[in-house]
């Protein structure tokens, strides 16, 4: 996604996204609405796609634990990181701590948007995960795409995990002031409709808790900090545990 300063589950950039503490589907757009105001202006895209990527680690033949997938852009991927410090890293971590014997697989990429993530969909159904956390849309929004192209992608993320038998939480993301009343209330919207119509948890705000947070975010103001992306987590957590078994 870009970088401007900042988003899913089910769960949107790097921008204040889009691109999980606990919200639930419930809640209304205005709650992400007043945030909108203290973001600041993007000014250079989102890291590229990196092809080499790769969007599940290497196995052990022996471990039959049942996937969690955090599948997104560069929020989820944990762009300006060090290797084991993404959200996915954190959430792993929290889990086997209550637990959860699952295995959290990274499959976010820098710079996808939801239309990448519609073109990626079949490859993380094929992979039978128990639950898929989304997190897409905060490029689309730094771009100004088209919030119907946004929301058919998303929807055909939800819809196709869904049927091939994933549970689903879809996190969302913001956008800065300066892209319009109009087009921020439509773009936050979108995450509380899919959600509502595929009736999925839904964390409005990724970063709640984080953007704006000294220590929380880089100095891009997009992506969050190693300890920022420990909070994401937490954020995420509450939605995903219920999900799951033990």
């Known amino acids: 996604m870009r970088r401007f300063g900042i988003v899913l589950?089910?769960?949107?950039?790097?921008?204040?996204?889009?691109?999980?503490?606990?919200?639930?589907?419930?809640?209304?757009?205005?709650?992400?609405?007043?945030?909108v105001s203290d973001l600041p202006k993007a000014d250079s895209p989102d890291p590229s796609p990196t092809p080499a990527t790769p969007l599940e680690p290497a196995k052990d033949p022996q471990d039959k634990r049942p996937l969690i997938v955090c599948f997104g852009d560069s929020l989820t991927a944990g762009f300006g990181t060090e290797a084991g410090q993404t959200y996915p890293d954190y959430l792993q971590a929290d889990l086997e701590a209550l637990g959860y014997k699952y295995r959290v697989v990274n499959a976010g990429i820098s710079g996808n948007t939801t239309k990448d993530g519609a073109d990626r969909v079949d490859h993380i159904a094929a992979m039978k995960p128990a639950v898929v956390v989304v997190e897409f849309g905060g490029n689309d929004g730094l771009r100004g795409l088209r919030i119907d192209d946004s929301r058919t992608n998303l929807d055909k993320i939800v819809e196709t995990l869904k049927r091939n038998g994933a549970k689903v939480v879809l996190a969302g993301i913001t956008l800065?002031?300066?892209?319009?009343?109009?087009?921020?209330?439509q773009f936050n919207e979108t995450y509380v409709l899919i959600a509502k119509k595929?009736?999925?948890?839904?964390?409005?705000?990724?970063?709640?808790?984080?953007?704006?947070?000294?220590?929380?975010?880089?100095?891009?103001?997009?992506?969050?900090?190693?300890?920022?992306?420990?909070?994401?987590?937490?954020?995420?957590?509450?939605?995903?545990?219920?999900?799951?078994?033990?």
Do not use: E, W
């Open 176 to 185: 800065p002031p300066d892209y319009g009343p109009d087009y921020i209330k």
């Open 198 to 246: 595929h009736q999925v948890p839904v964390l409005p705000f990724l970063l709640k808790g984080v953007f704006g947070v000294d220590g929380m975010m880089q100095r891009d103001r997009t992506h969050a900090t190693a300890k920022g992306n420990k909070a994401v987590a937490d954020n995420v957590l509450p939605l995903v545990a219920p999900l799951l078994k033990k």
């Open 9 to 35: 589950i089910v769960a949107g950039v790097a921008l204040p996204l889009t691109g999980c503490k606990a919200d639930r589907a419930s809640q209304q757009p205005s709650t992400i609405d007043s945030r």
